[in-house]
Nanobody, 132 residues
Framework: QVQLVESGGGLVQPGGSLRLSCAASGFTREYYTIGWFRQAPGKGREGLSCITSSDGKTSTAESVKGRFSISRDNANNTVYLQMNSLKPEDTATYYC?????????????????????????WGKGTVVTVSS
């Protein structure tokens, strides 16, 4: 069973930075993709960025490109979301999610489509509050 645990959320002032971590375990396929999503109070889920395990290809939403970046540490099965120049509208619960497959091409496609379709396994989320 794939398990995902997010950490790193908290209260930060506007203009500040946070790095979120997603510790993943339980993959049974060779290839997987992990993505970050968020949901603000009263709003729908928003896909932010994802990364593939095999070659580190990424896909990032235009709304956060240039401020948010995703990276991975395959040795520790951890994916990070570096968030800079945070704004009050970034306040949300941040989730990581994952999908796995037998081929690299499949996880690449799942990563690209994840912002609209989501992924298969979800963490419980970590809360980010941007406020002065």
């Amino acid at each position: 069973q794939v398990q995902l645990v997010e950490s790193g959320g908290g209260l930060v002032q506007p203009g500040g930075s946070l790095r979120l971590s997603c510790a993943a375990s339980g993959f049974t396929r060779e290839y997987y993709t992990i993505g970050w999503f968020r949901q603000a109070p009263g709003k729908g889920r928003e896909g932010l960025s994802c990364i593939t395990s095999s070659d580190g290809k990424t896909s990032t939403a235009e709304s956060v490109k240039g401020r948010f970046s995703i990276s991975r540490d395959n040795a520790n099965n951890t994916v990070y979301l570096q968030m800079n120049s945070l704004k009050p509208e970034d306040t949300a619960t941040y989730y990581c999610a994952a999908a796995q497959a037998r081929t690299a091409a499949t996880v690449q496609a799942r990563c690209v489509m994840s912002r609209d379709l989501g992924l298969d396994y979800w963490g419980k989320g970590t809360v980010v509050t941007v406020s002065s």
